[in-house]
């Protein structure tokens, strides 16, 4: 959602934060990088049951997650490579998230509960997956109720409180799935039109275009 209809207002506003961290020398790699060990620290901190903690490292992976595009964009350094180690880094650590999640619940509770959090990133992944398939066929897959930055709040949400804890993450298994079936209804329905007209080098066109969305977007994070 917020990076369909309100991407524009999000950049708007990170745009200016960006700048200020080029100038105090930070990189996008460089917050890419220290966000996945924010990442493992709140998986470790969710897994032993430390959750008002958990939820202060989530906040601040998310913040590493969301200005490395700003100052990609404010450094004039945006390139595939940086756009592939974000992508890989949002990957593992929403693996990482739900890791903690399903330790937590193996040590809490019993019955298959465990199997929860590996439900929900198996929707996440095909979240992803669907966007970065459509898009290499010229098509596009974003927006939806639950893209990367709304899972990182709802999981928050679901760290304030134990009672909180498995609701929330039926919900989040609940959304994520709706938002799969939603984006693979839009691809299925967009792939039913007539193909547009490439250039006769469609390795150029392809490459052209991925630098042109690199130019929008770190990465296609969700």
Not at 13 to 24: E, N, Q
Not at 136 to 165: D, T, W
Not at 182 to 210: C, D, I, M, N, Q
Request: hydrophobic share 45%.
């Amino acid at each position: 959602m917020f990076d369909g209809k309100f991407r524009q207002t999000v950049d708007a506003c990170t745009a200016p934060v960006g700048k200020a961290l080029v100038k105090v020398g930070f990189s996008a790699d460089v917050l890419t990088g220290s966000g996945l060990v924010f990442a493992i620290a709140t998986a470790w901190s969710i897994g032993v049951g430390y959750h008002v903690l958990g939820v202060v490292l989530l906040t601040l992976t998310g913040a590493h997650d969301l200005f490395d595009g700003p100052v990609a964009k404010a450094s004039q350094r945006t390139s595939i490579r940086g756009g592939f180690f974000d992508s890989v880094v949002d990957r593992l650590s929403d693996s990482l998230l739900m890791g903690g999640c399903a330790y937590y619940l193996v040590a809490h509770h019993h019955g298959q509960l465990v199997l929860l959090p590996f439900a929900i990133i198996t929707s996440t992944f095909l979240i992803s997956y669907q966007r970065s398939k459509a898009e290499s066929l010229g098509l596009s897959a974003k927006g939806g109720l639950m893209e990367r930055a709304e899972r990182m709040i709802l999981l928050g949400v679901a760290l304030l409180a134990n009672v909180l804890f498995i609701p929330v993450l039926w919900l989040m298994l609940a959304l994520t799935t709706m938002t799969a079936l939603g984006r693979f209804a839009r691809v299925w329905t967009s792939a039913e039109r007539p193909p547009l007209a490439v250039e006769s080098s469609p390795h150029k066109t392809t490459t052209h275009s991925y630098r042109r969305r690199l130019g929008l977007s770190r990465s296609a994070r969700n």
